[in-house]
T-cell receptor, first 116, second 111 residues
């Protein structure tokens, strides 16, 4: 059973603070993803990584950066948090992207971030 | 890039009735179409998926249909039950790393 965990369920930060959200998966998955979920907008991809130290921008990367130093861990960084980054952040992992059979994404429980 | 539109945004049905959620996609290269269910306060989970080489797939009360010509795919839930109440997301993937999600449909099943 795939386990994807996130460092916090709820987080409250102040405008301008640097924020780290961490995600860990225990199934040796190649790919990891960060999404933000907002009502009416679905799941929007921020960044993804298909290998250690590799990262690719998603659809809304502005204001975010990521780090993948180890295969099992993918961190999302808000360099200077702003109120419009208040959202639910979901991490996900998948086995690989090379064949369509391995695309199922396994999600973490989410981190609800509030920026005041 | 790929764009996925999902309708309706909200759907309310009586227990025992059927529910249909429809999605359209823009990239003709998309070949994998998963559906995720997210119950209140929980993480999204895959409930069914379909690949471009088939037109329909069933799993008990859930079925998905795909029309590649029209770039439409739909989720059908029969004999709905209160535990089917959730947000459902359709998605499209071109076989690579990136999956594009629809905006979601909030399904209410009234007992």
């Amino acid at each position: 059973d795939v386990k994807v965990t996130q460092s916090s369920r709820y987080l409250v930060k102040r405008t301008g603070e640097k924020v780290f959200l961490e995600c860990v998966q225990d199934m040796d998955h190649e790919n990891m993803f960060w999404y933000r979920q907002d009502p009416g907008l679905g799941l929007r991809l921020i960044y993804f990584s298909y290998d250690v130290k590799m990262k690719e921008k998603g659809d809304i990367p502005e204001g975010y950066s990521v780090s993948r130093e180890k295969k099992e861990r993918f961190s999302l960084i808000l360099e200077s948090a702003s109120t419009n980054q208040t959202s639910m952040y979901l991490c996900a992992s998948s086995l690989s992207g090379w064949t369509s059979g391995d695309n199922e994404q396994f999600f973490g429980p989410g981190t609800r971030l509030t920026v005041l | 890039g790929e764009n996925v539109e999902q309708h309706p945004s909200t759907l309310s049905v009586q227990e025992g009735d059927s529910a249909v959620i429809k999605c359209t996609y823009s990239d003709s290269a998309s070949n994998y179409f998963p559906w995720y269910k997210q119950e209140l306060g929980k993480r999204p989970q895959l409930i069914i998926d379909i690949r471009s080489n088939v037109g329909e797939k069933k799993d008990q009360r859930i079925a998905v249909t795909l029309n590649k010509t029209a770039k439409h795919f739909s989720l059908h839930i029969t004999e709905t039950q209160p535990e089917d109440s959730a947000v459902y997301f359709c998605a499209a993937n071109t076989g690579g790393f990136k999956t594009i999600f629809g905006a979601g449909t909030r399904l209410f099943v009234k007992a």
